[in-house]
């Protein structure tokens, strides 16, 4: 083997690798709030109101899911490195500026911001991994990738931590600032690689009128939807994601709240339980999960899905257990046991949308699938801060189970791939 092809089969994994990290800081960042909101509310204090702080955290996500299909079209048609530092560096800005906020609105418009912003990073990140592996070990690289998330989601526990010890004012600031630096590390090192060329020619661009090359470029965007849409495996990809979302979003916004009204601790020890749990437990999720999808689909093309409904069968439990357990015990079990199941499901989503869906539609497939699962997850974000305030919400996550019985019955009657990667 040469140098040359040496060089080309580990660039990949220096992608996963320098996208690993921008995954934690993406998941570090937006968990933060969920944990320092006692902190906050001594100065703001609107946050003190859980309703009102509810508002705030479905914000992001209403905002959030609004933006990830435009994410995703864009990821398709534009160079994703420049698209993952931008975005990368907008929301490290943005978690600077909240160290400065005095007011529950500019804590209110600075998260939706936020929710922009990050927006842009996972239809670009997933499908630029989507491009550098292609072959046997996709789900493995999407898990590895996954679990900077998870990481990030347990950092981001530590907030309440964090401000005990400092500010919760300097640790915006410099969780900001860390970002701000390392979207200059990507500028150097992060490089694009496209499957097949979807962008308008450059020659076409430098003689054609701007009208025509926007015409153009709309009626391809209307295309790769409509091939979405009319595409049930698709449709069903999108339900169980959804379905999923739910419960995927409760556990980040609120099962620290949940642990410290349930089990009478105080967040600084709720936080981190709630979060390393399901972060520690998700981690070796995707470190199983993936390579067991990766060889059980060089046997049966089904391999990833069956992988993913293991993962979905272990969630639904554990979801009881979470809303009406009563000792740390069964919450730390309960945690556990959802988050490896969840890094089952987490691991596989993109690999098993690579065996439906085409490379130049992944990123607007999958913009579409964070709307959706945004949009409920948001709705339930709301309802559960409404049940918080009537020590109720114990019962919302038990009724997710119901969701995650469809969706795992969906995805093992409808799915039935012909390939391991649609070109």
Partial sequence: MTTENRRSSFYPWVVVGLLWVVALLNYMDRQMLSTMRDAMAFDITDL??????????????????????????????VNRKWLIVCSLAVWSGVTLAMGYATTYEQVYWLRAAMGVSEALYIPAALSLIADYFTGKQLSFAIGIHMTGLYMGQAIGGFGAFVAEKVSWQSTFHWFGIIGIVYAFVLIFFLHEKRASSFETPKEVKEKAPLGKVLRENMRAVGSSLGMLLANIAFWTILFFFASCSVPGWATKNWLPTLFADSLGIDMVTAGPIATITIAFASFIGVMVGGPMADRWAQKNLRGRIYTSSIGLAMMIPSLVMMGFGTSVGAAVGAGLFFGLGYGLFDTNNMPILCQFVPSRSRGTAYGIMNMSGLF????ATDLLGTLAQEGNMGLGFAFMAGALLLALAAQLLILRPKTLNME
């Fill in 48 to 77: 003190e109101n859980k309703v009102m702080f509810g508002k705030i955290m479905a914000a992001f996500m209403w905002i959030y899911g609004f933006m990830s299909p435009i994410s995703g079209i864009v990821a398709d048609r």
């Fill in 376 to 379: 409920i997850g948001a709705l």
